[in-house]
Structure formats: C-alpha cells, structure tokens
C-alpha cells in the first residue's frame, strides 16, 4: 500500500482466503499478529475462504468493523473497516471473490451484477477509500474480457487500479487495491 493513502502510524494488514475457522483458531490469530497488533478474524461459515485483519492494538480503539451491507453480494466475501484518523477517516473495503464453479454456483455474471452495488455503497462514504482483495480476475490480461468489463466499471465508477505486479505464483495479477482517482 501507498503511504499517500494513510498517515504514517496506520498499519493494517487484510488476508483473504484465511482458511480461519469460526471457533477454535485463537491461536492461529494470536500467531499472525506480530508483538503490538491483534488479528480481527471474519471467517467463512463453512470451509475456506475467510477475510481477516491484522491491525495495530493502537488503531483498535479508533476502528469499527462491519459486514453488514444494504445489498447483496453472495459472489464475494466482504469486510468494510472504518478508521477514524487525525484528519480524515479510512474507509478500507476487503474482499474475495473464489473462482466461480459448478460446485460453488457462482459465475461471472452474478458477480458482475453484485459489484457495482458495492462500488455505489463505496461512493456514500466519506473518506479516503480503500477496496482490496482477490477478484480472481486476470486484470494483466488486456483481452481478458472480465478484466476488459472489470475496467470499464472502475472507469465509470472513477477508480484506478493500483497494482502493476504478479500476484499469483502463475504470474497473473488478481488481488487489487482500489482507490478513488
């Protein structure tokens, strides 16, 4: 992440995927957290998937959690952190999205009917704006037509895409960090 997003004392650490169960892991997440943090877990209810927080005790205090959204979105698992600061607030949205399958009875479409409800709720926060995670999207594949469509609705919702790497040990970039233009 870029420190011109965040003041120099905010730390916080979003994992998708935490594989994280929703009783019984407190020292998995007691392990993730370094000396000085803590980790605030949203599992998934049943196995996989899963987002968590590892977030300095300092920003505890200032820091409320949700995962209650007035939409829809069974496409993707979704964490909206608000974190009051000196001079602003942050507002950091994490999510992940598993590929679609027969088994899961996700697709691309549902997805692509859920986000932009997201990206909207996104536009009514004040702040700055953070949306992070794993889209399981190819968006380094410029005739992708999921990264071509996903592009299009960042446009028209006016955010950029910050990550330029490989984030996938196949070479492809899925995780995102999504900010306001």
Known sequence: MNDFFLDNDVDIFCVTESWLNPSG???KCADLAPPGYKTLSFPRSSRGGGIAFVVRDSLCPRLTTTTDFPFRHSSFELVHVS?????????????YRPPPNKKNQLTDSL???????????????????????????????????????LSALLDDF??????????????????????RH
């Open 25 to 27: 892991d407190e020292a």
């Open 83 to 95: 974190v009051a600061l000196r001079q602003r607030c942050l507002q950091l949205f994490c999510l």
């Open 111 to 149: 997805f692509f009917q859920e986000f932009p409800d997201l990206l909207e709720h996104c536009n009514t926060v004040k702040g700055s704006l953070l949306v992070v995670g794993d889209f399981n999207i190819h968006v380094d594949v410029p005739t992708n037509p999921l990264a071509v469509r």
């Open 158 to 179: 006016g955010l950029d895409q910050a990550v330029t790497f490989p984030t996938h040990q196949r070479g492809h970039t899925l995780d995102l960090v999504l900010h």
